[in-house]
Structure formats: C-alpha cells, structure tokens
C-alpha cells in the first residue's frame, strides 16, 4: 500500500532514524499509536501530527506488513519501506486544494475564493500561512492583525527575529504577554528592555540562550480538519468550507494543543522539561494540564 510518511529535519520520527530506500521491519504487532511504523495514506493527514514546516522531511512509503487504522487517516504497520523524499514544491501541489486564490485552503471571508495569498487560513484578509485571525499577514497568527508569526494576541508586528510569539497586544518585541512593549520577554506595559527572566515563578540568571527548550514545547494551535475526519457536527457546522476546501481550520484551546504534543514528545524530549531551571510540577501542570509524575 502507497502511503506518506513525515519526520523531523535529520529523518527522525518519535526518535528512530530512517533513511530513503531503506525496509524496517519489527516482530511486534503494529497497535495504533503505540506500536509500529505510523503513516498516512494522503498527504494532507500528515500534518495533523507534524508541522506544516519546510523543515521537516516528507516521503512517500509502502506499508509492506499487517496493517491497524485502515479505515482512518492514520495506519500503523510492522513493515515499512522509505521510498523516496517528496519535495516541498511537491507537498504543496499534493496538499493543496483551493480554486481560484493564490493560496489554499483558505475558509475565511474573501479567502475561499478571492484576496487571499496564503494558506491554511480560516480568518479574513490573511496573507501568510495557517492564521486563524483576522488581518494577518504573517505566519501561524490566531490573533487579529497581526503581521508577524507565531502571535497569538492582537496588532502585533514584527517577524520570526522582531516580534513574534507575543500573547498580548500591540508588541513590537518579542514573546511579550503585556501589551505595547517593544523590549522582549515583558509582562507589563510599555517596555524597552528585557527583563530578568523568571521561570517557575523564580528569578534565574541563566541567558535565554543557554537553555535547552525540548522541541514540543513550540505546539501550533491551529489543526487542518479534512472533510472525512470531521465529525458529523463539524460537518454540519463547517459545510460551506468543507465543500469549497475539502476542510476547515480548527482552532486548539492551548491545554488541549500542549497534552497532544506532549503525547507525541519522544520521551527524551519530555525529561527535558524536568531540566528547566526551577523546575516545578504542580506549576507545570497548572499551565499545560500534564501531570508529569504519570510519565513514568
């Protein structure tokens, strides 16, 4: 069976190392989600549990052995075989579906039609890549009029070394939960510096760049839904763009997002968490809802 496979940067999924061309085989009996060489048969599922980043490798692969989740966008086998490397140029044209935009799977006003450039959008007026929100034109926005990446507050600029990943409003800076700030890392108002960092409600003198982030921690919260994995409510909800789409946009409340990366963390990245200086469980829960003492 002809299937698509995605992995990190240096080939990797879950932790285990693939190469193009090469058979893994193992004696276990594949169970979904838990045991076996997981793909999917289109594309477009892929990204349900990857990232749509030009980072990450794409493949095309053959299911070779028993096979479990047949009739969902996810299977899992015993046998797999790394066929060849899809090229980005490629993904786009097996992915995207949208008629007459520039971009694709656009569900927003004047986005499934006309006056949209980008893609994956389910806001108005975007012209960047999986914005939710209104007035975008950068990249991964949920927020409204903003034109750099990652933001999740409102009339925020910038881009991905200016002024991304900010939760509050009118930043200029980056990763600032306060509002007007143009220094980084602020949580009160109008800011031009960047504050002692604190982690776990405690000082540290560490330098942001000498932490260790493990990779899932940067959770998206926004999820391509296709027209056969929404549910019968959501296809109801959501006709108008499943029907010119083949699908919709849906927006992840933050716990939800952060315990379905968690989950798909290999477990060397969630021990890292653990690492973090101050680390504190019960903070850590309180924020993402994961109890770490139950990853044992």
């Known amino acids: 069976m002809k299937a ?4 990190d940067k240096n080939w990797q999924c879950k932790g285990f190392q693939y190469k193009i061309g090469k058979t893994y085989t193992m004696k276990e009996k594949p169970i979904l989600c838990e045991i076996g060489f997981h793909a999917c048969k289109k594309l477009v599922d ?3 549990y990857y990232s749509f980043d030009t980072e990450n490798k794409v493949a095309e692969v053959n299911i070779l052995g028993d096979i479990v989740g047949d009739d969902g966008e996810k299977i899992a086998t015993n046998k797999i075989k790394i066929v060849k490397e899809i090229q980005w140029s490629e993904v786009l044209i097996l992915c995207n579906s949208g008629d007459g935009n520039s971009g694709n799977r656009n569900s927003g006003d004047r986005n499934s039609g006309n006056g949209n450039s980008g893609d994956w959008n389910s806001g108005n007026w975007n012209s960047g890549n999986w914005n939710s929100g209104d007035g975008n034109s950068g990249n991964r926005n949920s927020g409204d009029r903003n034109s750099g990446n990652g933001n999740s507050g409102n009339w925020n600029s910038g881009d ?3 002024g991304n990943w900010n939760s509050g409003d009118r930043n200029s800076g980056d990763r600032n939960s306060g509002n007007w700030n143009s220094g980084n890392w602020n ?3 109008f800011n031009t510096n960047n504050p002692e960092l604190k982690f776990f409600n405690k000082n540290i003198k560490k330098k942001f760049e000498n932490i260790e982030f ?3 921690l940067y959770f998206e919260l926004n999820q391509w839904v296709s027209h056969d994995t929404a549910t019968e409510e959501e296809r109801v909800k959501y006709k108008e763009e499943i029907e010119t789409c083949g699908g919709f946009l849906k927006f992840i409340d933050y ?4 315990k379905r990366s968690w989950s798909n963390a290999p477990k060397e990245d969630r021990e890292k968490v653990k690492k973090l200086p101050n680390f504190n469980a ?3 829960f309180e924020i993402s809802g994961i109890d770490v003492e139950e990853d044992k």
Do not use: E
């Open 4 to 7: 698509y496979k995605v992995f």
């Open 46 to 48: 892929c990204f349900n």
């Open 160 to 162: 991905r070394n200016s």
């Open 187 to 189: 949580s009160g108002y």
């Open 214 to 216: 493990p990779q899932f």
């Open 255 to 258: 716990k939800t997002a952060f």
């Open 282 to 284: 019960k903070i850590f």
